[in-house]
């Protein structure tokens, strides 16, 4: 079972998100039978203002931030009490876009971290290196890394780690299959039985020979998972992986 998550960042409204939600659980519904389940997890991040309730069969609706708060005066933010509004218990954490555009600083994500992991939240915790870090090489890249685990507790249940060099986001190419392996099986060495996802220009033309590396159990996408139907061949063209597992 490999994980499939979609990051719809600022994209798609209340009402189009419920549309592609809907034709998410058919397209779901119809690659499944009595006896044999969706071979993948699936689950789909919209925008704070699009959340729907976490109430479809075959998915889960997650948010892309939450201030560490039960609720309070931080205006512009939404905490504990929005999401249980929406029973959403899944939550990206450390994005590189709120790291580098927003400013969050690694202690802060490392608080929001701890909150709602006490919670029992389903956290999928990205990281990922600069393209500056990436040029002085391998053992850099780690070190740069590693200061982002600073004050994550690998021990929580329910954690992913998602790897997202942030070259690769949107740029419409991947890291290579061997850059990917390389990290991956690096970071595995740490993580052990945790999830390890890769993230930056997933597409369906690559999701299949990236989802088939060791070390890589699932994958988080933007910008190719935003129109239903790429995100379902996405989903199309990994499901013979099931015969894998
Ligand atoms: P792209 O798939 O658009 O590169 O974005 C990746 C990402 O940032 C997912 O969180």
Request: some cysteine.
């Amino acid at each position: 079972m490999k994980i499939i998550a979609s990051n719809f960042k600022t994209n798609h409204t209340r009402k189009s998100t419920l549309q592609f939600c809907e034709n998410l659980e058919k397209f779901i519904a119809k690659n499944q039978t009595q006896n044999q389940s969706f071979p993948h997890q699936i689950m789909i991040f919209p925008p704070q203002s699009a959340l729907l309730e976490n109430r479809f069969k075959s998915f889960q609706v997650g948010a892309q931030n939450a201030y560490p708060t039960k609720n309070g005066s931080y205006t512009g933010e939404i905490g504990l009490e929005q999401l249980e509004e929406f029973g959403i218990q899944t939550l990206l954490i450390g994005h590189s876009e709120r790291r580098e555009i927003l400013k969050e600083s690694q202690e802060f994500c490392a608080e929001k971290f701890r909150f709602f992991s006490q919670l029992g939240f389903r956290i999928c915790y990205c990281i990922g290196e600069s393209q500056e870090i990436k040029q002085q090489g391998i053992e850099a890249v780690l070190e740069f890394l590693e200061s982002e685990f600073e004050g994550i507790n690998l021990n929580s249940p329910d954690l992913i780690v998602a790897y997202e060099p942030i070259w690769a986001i949107g740029s419409g190419v991947s890291a290579s299959l061997e850059e990917i392996t390389q990290i991956h099986t690096r970071l595995k060495q740490k993580l052990g039985k945790i999830p390890l996802l890769y993230g930056g220009s997933v597409k369906p033309q690559n999701v299949r020979e990236i989802l088939s590396l060791n070390g890589v159990d699932g994958v988080l996408i933007g910008s190719a998972s935003w129109e239903i139907s790429s995100f379902c061949q996405i989903l199309d063209n990994s499901i013979d992986l099931r015969s894998k597992e």
